[in-house]
């Protein structure tokens, strides 16, 4: 169960992030936190990007790790 300080928290580091995918034609939405695993959807370009997984890997899921106490993991759904 995620807490809503922990999805406050999620919720502004994707927003520091989504300029990013933006300029890429993507974005990413957060679909839930559950025992702190962070469930993201990609969209838009990032949906169907080859380079999907590293943006979520690389990316939002070591920004997340560092900035919110608590995430142990990214996961994409669809």
Do not use: H, W
Request: with cysteine; aromatic share 2%; charged share 30%.
């Amino acid at each position: 169960m995620s807490s809503p300080e922990m999805n406050e928290q999620v919720q502004e580091v994707l927003d520091k992030l989504r300029p990013f995918l933006l300029r890429d034609g993507g974005d990413c939405e957060l679909v839930d936190i559950e025992d702190g695993i962070v469930k993201l959807r990609l969209l838009g370009a990032c949906g169907s990007c080859p380079s999907s997984t590293i943006t979520l890997k690389a990316g939002i899921e070591r920004a997340l790790l560092e900035e919110v106490p608590g995430v142990v993991e990214v996961e994409q759904v669809f």
